[in-house]
């Protein structure tokens, strides 16, 4: 059995594109995982899945999970050598990592500590999503914004942990995208498949229609068309959209769709952001052999200019997505 638990690789040749050091981080993303799960799993916890009255810098409403999680992972990457700097989405700024980590440290992390916190006390899957480059700044030298600032294409590992029905972790290297599942008897996640591709043909759209009136009009014309009798499918595609985007994406890869956030009113230049929800999903669904895009151009392409910058957001199925640009590009994104 391929394993791949908080401590080390029981079998590193069946991992032969995670090298060392990276391994020892996404054992810290592993266990800082764990920990989550077991958190909201008991119910002497219950009170965590609560809301904490705070705002956070995005000036969305913290949950104790979201704080809890935050916490948990940069407490777990503090006391680990190879990371020098940490990007949360919970986190105004960039933590810089004492000592020898900052400037020895190759490797700056980048994440979403709990996506969907809109679905925690209401029992829907949630997940912890994650992305990691290299350092531009020399080692030695403490590192700067510009480490953070890397276009998506300059990834080295993006994943996910979910937490649904069962924990699964999926990640890439570049080399496909890897499926472990966890089990909590032994506490170790263990591979259950490599390779992952969307499938050929899909027929699910996941969007939040609630905000129909306020899209782009080749948004609306797009979501029309899903809503057509379909050619391939002899029926219109099937809306899923849970709140949970990591939930929403991971579907779509197994059973082939596209999600999509537009700018809307309310968001004017969409509201997922790029760094730590996008670039890693986007990097992702490349693996996948699907396409991700800002309904313009390629999302691993952007330039960043802002640790928590927002871009619209289209992914999936690549035909869905060349799909949804073409109405885009048709009836221009205004
Ligand atoms: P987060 O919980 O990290 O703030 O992300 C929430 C995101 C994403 O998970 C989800 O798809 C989207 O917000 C839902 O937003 P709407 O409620 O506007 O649809
Ligand atoms: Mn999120
Ligand atoms: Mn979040």
């Known amino acids: 059995m391929q394993i791949l638990n908080n401590l080390f690789f029981e079998s590193q040749q069946d991992f ?11 054992s810290d993303i592993i266990l800082g995982g764990k920990i989550i799960r077991y958190k909201i799993s008991k119910p002497k916890f219950i009170n965590i899945l609560a ?35 940490i990007v949360s989405e919970e986190e105004k700024e960039i933590i810089f990592l004492e000592g020898d980590s900052a400037k020895k440290g190759k490797y700056v992390i980048l994440l979403d500590p709990i996506d969907g916190s809109s679905n925690i006390d209401v029992n ?13 700044t020399p080692i030695g030298v403490p590192i700067t914004e510009a480490d953070f600032l890397q276009p998506g294409n300059k990834q080295i590992a993006a994943g ?19 499926k472990l599942i966890y089990d909590s008897t032994l506490g170790i996640f263990s591979l259950l498949k ?27 014309k797009y979501i029309k068309f899903c809503q057509e009798q379909n050619k391939e499918t002899n029926r219109p595609y ?23 956030y537009p700018n809307t009113t309310k968001y004017p230049n969409g509201k ?23 309904g313009n151009k390629r999302i691993l392409d952007i330039i960043p200019n802002k640790l928590h910058q927002r871009t619209p957001f289209f992914v999936g199925i690549k035909t869905m997505v060349d799909k949804a640009e073409l109405f885009i590009n048709k009836h221009c994104y205004m």
């Open 16 to 26: 032969p594109y995670l090298t060392k050091e990276l391994n020892e981080i996404f």
């Open 124 to 136: 829907v899957s949630i997940g912890t999503i994650f992305s990691i480059y290299q350092r531009i």
């Open 272 to 294: 997922l952001r790029l760094l730590y929800e996008c670039n890693p999903i986007a990097f992702l669904a490349e693996q996948g052999g699907g396409k991700a895009s800002d």
């Open 238 to 260: 099937t809306a899923r959209y849970t709140g949970s985007f990591v939930a929403d994406f991971h579907r779509n890869l197994l059973k082939g769709g596209i999600y999509i």
């Open 51 to 85: 809301s904490s009255n705070k705002k956070n810098i995005q000036n969305e409403i913290q949950m104790k999970l979201d704080q809890y999680a935050n916490k948990k992972f940069i407490d777990i990457f503090k006391s680990k050598k190879n990371i020098a700097g």
């Open 160 to 178: 996910y942990i979910l937490y649904g029905p069962s924990t699964v972790l999926i990640y890439s290297t570049g080399y496909g995208i890897n």
């Open 194 to 220: 490599e390779k992952i591709m969307y499938p050929s043909k899909g027929k699910i759209y996941s969007i939040n229609e609630g905000d129909y009136n306020s899209f782009p009009v080749g948004v609306k």
